[in-house]
T-cell receptor
């Protein structure tokens, strides 16, 4: 069962490239998230979209640009990245608004990004 | 502000031994509590959750956790671990008055040795 699907699973890019990470959720949720996971560091929440509106942006550099065209899809557009941006990028979804909300997140498998 | 503390960054244990991974949280209001597991090069998968009711919660793969309100703890336990339990384990908490945003601990790496 692949409730949250992320593509690509692995991405290598140079500092001048432009690429995008894609996330799709099949769970009927109304909120989607991007997290960054670097070695030896805690999970970092980057962006939150609720009902396709960005509700949180945790001081993320502008070289990361999120896009949420509908409640099932989330993108992270990448341009002029730095080597320190190399990390595992995790997408998650949840039922944020309405009844039954507990905060539980459903994660994708992640996209492993390497910036050369 | 609430926080989640996982006291041990790494826990080595021999196969078939019991294990306890510790989690403490700080909050003056009631919370929901979660444990997630992350296998190498994968995303996070829910192990178990406490929302209400019985303080002993059973999850997948033989894990269980006990909610202790007086000690603000939610320790994860397994009576006999397998090599395949080697992974990173994250404790997380959410609160109704903060839009249920999950706050994660820093993680504990469980290393099971033969």
């Amino acid at each position: 069962e692949t409730g949250v699907t992320q593509t690509p699973r692995h991405l290598v890019m140079g500092m001048t490239n432009k690429k995008s990470l894609k996330c799709e959720q099949h769970l009927g949720h109304n909120a989607m998230y991007w997290y960054k996971q670097s070695a030896k560091k805690p999970l970092e929440l980057m962006f939150v979209y609720s009902l396709e509106e960005r509700v949180e942006n945790n001081s993320v550099p502008s070289r990361f640009s999120p896009e949420c065209p509908n409640s099932s899809h989330l993108f992270l557009h990448l341009h002029t990245l730095q080597p320190e941006d190399s990390a595992l990028y995790l997408c998650a979804s949840s039922q944020m608004a309405g009844t039954g909300n507990t905060g539980e997140l459903f994660f994708g498998e992640g996209s492993r990004l390497t910036v050369l | 502000a609430q926080s989640v503390t996982q006291l041990d960054s790494q826990v080595p244990v021999f196969e078939e031994a019991p294990v306890e991974l510790r989690c403490n949280y700080s909050s003056s209001v009631s919370v929901y509590l979660f444990w997630y597991v992350q296998y190498p090069n994968q995303g996070l998968q829910l192990l178990l959750k406490y929302l209400s009711g019985s303080t002993l919660v059973k999850g997948i793969n033989g894990f269980e956790a006990e909610f202790n309100k007086s000690q603000t703890s939610f320790h994860l336990r397994k009576p006999s671990v397998h090599i395949s339990d080697t992974a990173e384990y994250f404790c997380a908490v959410s609160r109704p008055d903060s839009s249920y945003k999950l706050i994660f601990g820093s993680g504990t790496r469980l290393l099971v040795r033969p």
